[in-house]
């Protein structure tokens, strides 16, 4: 089963358009289901969720962890991906120091 993780410091001021660019999963090869967990290690943050058309989660303010979510426990957001679509989970930093966050994506291609 594929899995994106990334840790990423979103500066202060900052929008992070996808933390998981770049990715040989971010664009999804079939059908599959995904799976998400994100945290923040401070308050002030906003995250939102997409997943091709869909919209996956609002603008919300994520958990606060100093640490990766915990599979299954913290995988909170949940879509099915068609060929081609994209995964993209932005991050905006409206607060006056730099953020950091921990996304897990877990990916389960459906037969």
């Known amino acids: 089963m594929p899995v994106i993780q990334r840790e990423t410091s979103v500066g202060a001021g900052v929008t992070t358009q996808n933390i998981f660019d770049g990715s040989a ?34 603008e919300f303010a994520p958990a606060i962890l100093t640490r990766f979510p915990i599979i299954p426990d913290e995988m909170y957001y ?24 921990r996304a897990i994506a877990q990916i389960s291609m459906v037969t």
Do not use: C, K, W
């Open 78 to 101: 949940n879509d099915v991906m068609e060929m081609g679509d994209r995964l993209r989970v932005t991050v905006r930093n409206p607060t006056a120091a730099a953020i950091v966050h």
């Open 25 to 58: 999963y971010e664009f999804a090869r079939t059908r599959q289901v995904v799976s998400i967990g994100i945290g923040a290690q401070a308050t002030g943050s906003f995250v939102s969720i997409q997943s091709g058309a869909d919209v996956v989660a609002e």
